[in-house]
Every structure is written in structure tokens, then in C-alpha cells.
């Protein structure tokens, strides 16, 4: 089976490197502004483009990959907000299940339904546990998934979820504000789980500027994604990835 990004994820959290994950909303970055975010990406030497959201509109996906493949050669994983959103345009998928939150249907149920689609594609797929944090407003996604995200301040539930995660066998582990959350995930917070996990940690929703990546990366994030801000902002791109690339973990 094809595990070549998990194996990057791996490598780069042994020699404490941090990875740059661009969020691709399809429904926000359309023709000439993703083409714009492409562009700047490559010349940044961004790692990865995740793509999806929580909740898309547009029929979009697979146009949005098309466009990201004819103009890149930065690898595109799928980060779905449902069955709905898998691609075998992709590489890889995050197969998330979302452990902080006590949804059947996102812990076990869609993932029962696309397993026979997904074990025909070429994707390769990446088992994810996904914990929502609290970011200091309701998120799209909390509302979608019907879940309440673990409060910011509950350091302790964040490690024992992301300890119970990696022991069911996920390879990976997601913390997540949301996407536009009002603040990252605390620097507290990130450097607890990361200490009590063997696994590469994701951080992403908040962050939007460097400075506040700078902090991510030194608390123990392995892959950073930012997705609104550059939205907002593709010129961004490029002081966000100097930061997140000359940055290393900080132990405490
Ligand atoms: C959201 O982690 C991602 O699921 C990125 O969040 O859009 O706030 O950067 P932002």
C-alpha cells in the first residue's frame, strides 16, 4: 500500500522539521485566485495542499484538483467534510475519524460506506484522528458534524483523547480549532498532547499570521495548516512558510 506521505509526516516529526499544509477551500478559491494561491505556493515551497471543508456548495472538487495538478507539483490530500468529497484525482486522503466528538456517524459510520470505494482507488489513505478544539466562536464544521469541540482550556481531555486515538492504531492525529477560529489552539495544549504521542501531530484553524505558526511549531505542531488567512491574503504565503520552516520544536 502506498504510504509515502505518512512516511514524509513521519520522517519530518523524527528530525523535528515542520511541514507546511495549505487548506484549499473549493468553494472559496475558484479559477483565478486558486490559480493565484497555486502559483505562490510553489514559489513558498509549500508541502502540501489539503483539500475540501466541511460543507461544499459547488460541485467543484474535482475541477479544483485539476487545476492544482495542471499547475503543481505539491501533493493534494484530501481533507473531507463527508463521503461525498472523496477524488481519486488526489493522493492521499485523511481518513478522519472524529475522536473528540461522540458522533457515530463520523467516528465509524461514513467511513463504512466509502471503505469498499476507497480500497479501489490509488489514494493513499492516511487514518486520522481528529479532535476539535474550542477556537473562541462556533465553527462550520462543529455545527455540521453535531459535535462539541473539547473546551480550550481542557489540556487534560485533549491528551487523553489524542492517547486513546493513537492506541486504536491512527497514524496521525488532528487538532483542529476550525477553520476562521478567533484563536489558534493554545501553545499549552499542543505541547501536552505532543508529548504524550509517538504520531505526527496536525495543528490548523486560527492561525493567521506567522508569528502565531512560529508558536504552533515550537509547542510540538508537525504539520501546520492554514487555510482562511490566505484566503484573505495569498501574499502571506511566503512569510508563513520561512516561519513555519525555520522553526523546530521547543521541549519544555
Ligand atoms: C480548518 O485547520 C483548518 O479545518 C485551517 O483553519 O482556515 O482557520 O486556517 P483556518
Known amino acids: 500500500m502506498n504510504d509515502q506521505i505518512l512516511k514524509e509526516f513521519n520522517k519530518n516529526r523524527t528530525a523535528k522539521k515542520k511541514l507546511f499544509a495549505v487548506l484549499v477551500d473549493p468553494d472559496q478559491l475558484i479559477e483565478d485566485r486558486l490559480r493565484k494561491v497555486v502559483e505562490q505556493s510553489n514559489n513558498a515551497k509549500v508541502d502540501y495542499f489539503f483539500v475540501g471543508g466541511s460543507l461544499l456548495l459547488r460541485n467543484d472538487l474535482d475541477q479544483c484538483l485539476e487545476l492544482i495538478q495542471a499547475n503543481s507539483d505539491i501533493p493534494t490530500v484530501l481533507f473531507p467534510g463527508s463521503s461525498l468529497q472523496i477524488n481519486d484525482r488526489a493522493d492521499g486522503i485523511l481518513f478522519l475519524?472524529?475522536?473528540?466528538?461522540?458522533?457515530?456517524?463520523?467516528?465509524?459510520?461514513?467511513?463504512?460506506?466509502?471503505?469498499?470505494?476507497?480500497?479501489?482507488?490509488?489514494?493513499?489513505?492516511?487514518?486520522?484522528?481528529?479532535?476539535?478544539?474550542?477556537?473562541?466562536?462556533?465553527?462550520?464544521?462543529?455545527?455540521?458534524?453535531?459535535?462539541?469541540?473539547?473546551?480550550?482550556?481542557?489540556?487534560?481531555?485533549?491528551?487523553?483523547?489524542?492517547?486513546?486515538?493513537?492506541?486504536?492504531?491512527?497514524?496521525?492525529?488532528?487538532?483542529?480549532?476550525?477553520?476562521?477560529?478567533?484563536?489558534?489552539?493554545?501553545?499549552?495544549?499542543?505541547s501536552k498532547v505532543n508529548q504524550n504521542i509517538n504520531v505526527p501531530l496536525i495543528v490548523g484553524g486560527g492561525i493567521k499570521a506567522p508569528e502565531q505558526a512560529v508558536a504552533v511549531c515550537r509547542a510540538g505542531a508537525d504539520v501546520i495548516v492554514v487555510g482562511d488567512a490566505i484566503e484573505k491574503d495569498e501574499s502571506l504565503l511566503t512569510d508563513m512558510s520561512i516561519a513555519i520552516h525555520s522553526t523546530t520544536t521547543v521541549s519544555s
Open 97 to 190: 475519524s472524529l475522536i473528540s466528538g461522540r458522533n457515530p456517524e463520523l467516528l465509524i459510520g461514513q467511513h463504512v460506506t466509502s471503505a469498499p470505494l476507497l480500497k479501489e482507488s490509488a489514494l493513499e489513505i492516511i487514518p486520522t484522528g481528529y479532535m476539535l478544539v474550542d477556537g473562541g466562536r462556533s465553527t462550520t464544521v462543529s455545527y455540521i458534524s453535531n459535535t462539541i469541540p473539547i473546551p480550550s482550556d481542557k489540556d487534560d481531555i485533549a491528551v487523553s483523547t489524542a492517547m486513546a486515538g493513537e492506541m486504536l492504531g491512527l497514524k496521525t492525529i488532528y487538532m483542529d480549532a476550525g477553520s476562521g477560529a478567533q484563536k489558534p489552539i493554545t501553545d499549552s495544549m499542543i
